[in-house]
């Protein structure tokens, strides 16, 4: 062998196993590393009920091709749904430079809630004799509408309130939002006794649905009521707050005591008495469970049923006792009813005479009485007759004396 040669084999030879040691080392000794990293999120900003996907790419960082890989969707929120299977597992890279790109697609449910929603991941990879596990975590923001139930229309039945009456008010409810509003309901702050609140559920969008209350208007006047709306929208729960104008007229004619009739007219002692009170509605309204009560001091009935009156209808209270005192009494009597509220009530007064005793004396003394008036009517018609008479003569004699001194 050339001498020159010779020592230019010996380098090739040393370099040969430096570059072949170099080379072993790779794929017997190297550091073996694998990261994730999320390169798409489309769309940005997902709707309710939207479909987006979710891009990842799984990258070798290390010397030594890994092996042994898990990709795993470990957390997602209830609103979320995966389409792929939630763990992806990988046998090994064919080099150390290798990469997998992994896609999931993936929908927001109906019922979705707006904001930052949270999906939580986990890789893991085997390196050497131990697992190494690393976290990842994306936000996935879902973006909502804003739902706006209003008040679009506003009745009363009836129509024009008067003080006493019941009345039914109906609000129109309609939602002028772009989201769907749910668990809809509506109170009114008055201070009238009744029905305050009202419960609707869900208003879909351009829907309108009615909201019923019923109060008794006690007083006149104009209130101005507010209206607390609340419900549940894109953004959570919402409350929003309007106003109402309600005219309550003057009390109107309702149950009076239209006339009363004692039979006898003028009662004595122990003479049994029949009292009559018709009782006339007239208002405008039906009027139930009508009843009449005579407190007076006598033994016998003191309570009569009317029943129903219609408007402009009256029906008579008989109540029957035994006049067994003497005197001249003012008896207190209270007229109820019951209306959607409970019970109503009115209190008047009626006066009553009873005479002592029905003998010739009391006869004679009414007789009297009755001739004196009499007498006095006759007495007055006479004076009244008398000064016309005499009126009528100084006029013709004032006349007569006219004439002669004309004829003179």
Do not use: W
């Amino acid at each position: 062998m050339n001498p020159n040669v010779r020592p230019l084999c010996l380098f090739l030879f040393v370099l040969a196993i430096v570059l072949t040691g170099v080379a072993a080392a790779d794929f017997t000794g190297g550091e073996i590393c694998v990261n994730a990293e999320i390169t798409e999120l489309s769309p940005s900003s997902v709707g309710i009920d939207e479909e987006f996907t979710l891009a990842i790419d799984l990258e070798s960082c290390g010397s030594k091709a890994p092996e042994d890989i898990t990709f795993e969707i470990i957390s997602i929120p209830p609103d979320i749904i995966v389409i792929e299977d939630l763990v992806t597992r990988i046998d090994e890279f064919s080099y150390p430079t290798s990469e997998r790109h992994l896609v999931y697609h993936m929908r927001t449910t109906p019922d979705a809630n707006p904001g930052p929603h949270i999906i939580k991941m986990k890789l893991t990879y085997a390196n050497k004799a131990l697992e190494t596990t690393k976290y990842y975590e994306v936000e996935v923001r879902v973006t909502g509408e804003d739902a706006e139930p209003r008040i679009s229309t506003v009745k009363t039945n009836p129509e024009y309130i008067y003080e006493g009456d019941t009345v039914d008010l109906t609000l129109g409810i309609e939602n002028f939002g772009e989201a769907i509003a749910k668990s809809v309901s509506v109170s009114l702050d008055h201070e009238f006794k009744g029905i305050k609140n009202s419960t609707i559920g869900t208003l879909g969008l351009n829907d309108s649905q009615p909201a019923l209350f019923k109060f008794k208007a006690n007083k006149s006047g104009e209130f101005e009521i507010p209206v607390i709306i609340e419900y549940e929208d894109d953004f959570g729960k919402q409350k929003d707050e309007y106003d109402i104008k309600i005219t309550v007229l003057d009390k109107k004619g309702s149950l009076n005591l239209a006339s009363v009739k004692v039979d006898p007219v003028l009662p004595y002692m122990g003479d049994t008495v029949e009292l009559t009170m018709r009782i006339e509605n007239s208002g405008d309204r039906t009027i139930n469970s009508i009843r009449v009560y005579a407190d007076h001091p006598f033994k016998g009935l003191k309570e009569s049923f009317i029943g129903t009156l219609d408007p402009n209808e009256d029906g008579p209270a008989v109540i029957t006792f035994i006049a067994d005192q003497p005197g001249e009494y003012e008896i207190p009597v209270t007229i109820t009813y019951i209306d959607d509220f409970g019970e109503e009530q009115i209190e008047t007064n009626i006066n009553l005479i009873v005479l002592e005793s029905n003998g010739v004396a009391g006869t004679v003394a009414i007789v009297l009485i009755i001739l004196a008036v009499i007498g006095g009517l006759i007495y007055n018609n006479y004076r009244t007759k008398k000064s016309k008479d005499e009126i009528i003569k100084q006029l013709m004699e004032g006349g007569a004396s006219s004439a002669k001194n004309k004829e003179q």
